[in-house]
């Protein structure tokens, strides 16, 4: 079984530039969430879809976007790259958010993108 | 607010050295589920351990271990006999209950285990 897929890996941009990260959850996995880490912030939450509505969203400025497609896939958007969203952007997949006190689905990360902002 | 704290940026040991990993956490829910997360130099994160709130049993899997103390608001994490491929960084998160996946992570602690 495939894992969580992520691409480009390796992304350098300009400032003002936007650019577009994609993830592909496990097969059957309709939960994704993003995160962004960093040296001076490390692992911070972004956003989590499922089932193509955004569910949450982590404290971040309007420049960061996403979407999830019917298939699952879901896409994340950065406008006007500031030199501080360089950064590893990792995405994880679960079957769906945990809906009881009881059981919760293992959310498993993918490899990541690497965006460079010069 | 919900905080997770691991004070330990970085640890050396020897090889077959135990090592304990510390993480505290805040949290106002009395339902919440904490985890561990190996983060090698390849950079994907690989699942350890999740354990729920309800649950204080301490868990042992082959050289790994954790302790959680919901008294002191602690879940360590120990490595028996350390091994060079266990150097990575690990971070312990907390999740916010129901109904969402999203994850708090402390700023993790970086394990060099030397031969």
């Known amino acids: 079984k495939a894992g969580v897929t992520q691409t480009p890996r390796y992304l350098i941009k300009t400032r003002g530039q936007q650019v577009t990260l994609s993830c592909s959850p496990i097969s059957g996995h309709r939960s994704v969430s993003w995160y962004q880490q960093t040296p001076g912030q490390g692992l911070q939450f972004l956003f989590e879809y499922f089932s193509e509505t955004q569910r949450n969203k982590g404290n971040f400025p309007g420049r960061f976007s996403g979407r999830q497609f019917s298939n699952s896939r879901s896409e994340m958007n950065v406008s006007t790259l500031e030199l501080g969203d360089s950064a590893l952007y990792l995405c994880a997949s679960s079957l769906e958010p945990v809906t009881s006190a009881t059981l919760l689905n293992e959310q498993f990360f993918g490899p990541g993108t690497r965006l460079t902002v010069l | ?115």
């Open chain 2, 1 to 115: 607010a919900q905080k997770v704290t691991q004070a330990q940026t970085e640890i050396s040991v020897v090889e077959k050295e135990d090592v304990t990993l510390d993480c505290v956490y805040e949290t106002r829910d009395t339902t919440y589920y904490l985890f561990w997360y190996k983060q090698p130099p390849s950079g994907e994160l690989v699942f350890l351990i999740r354990r729920n709130s309800f649950d204080e049993q301490n868990e042992i899997s082959g050289r790994y271990s954790w302790n959680f103390q919901k008294s002191t608001s602690s879940f360590n994490f120990t490595i028996t006999a350390s091994q060079v491929v266990d150097s990575a960084v690990y971070f312990c998160a907390l999740s916010e209950t129901y109904n969402t996946d999203k994850l708090i992570f402390g700023t993790g602690t970086r394990l060099q285990v030397f031969p």
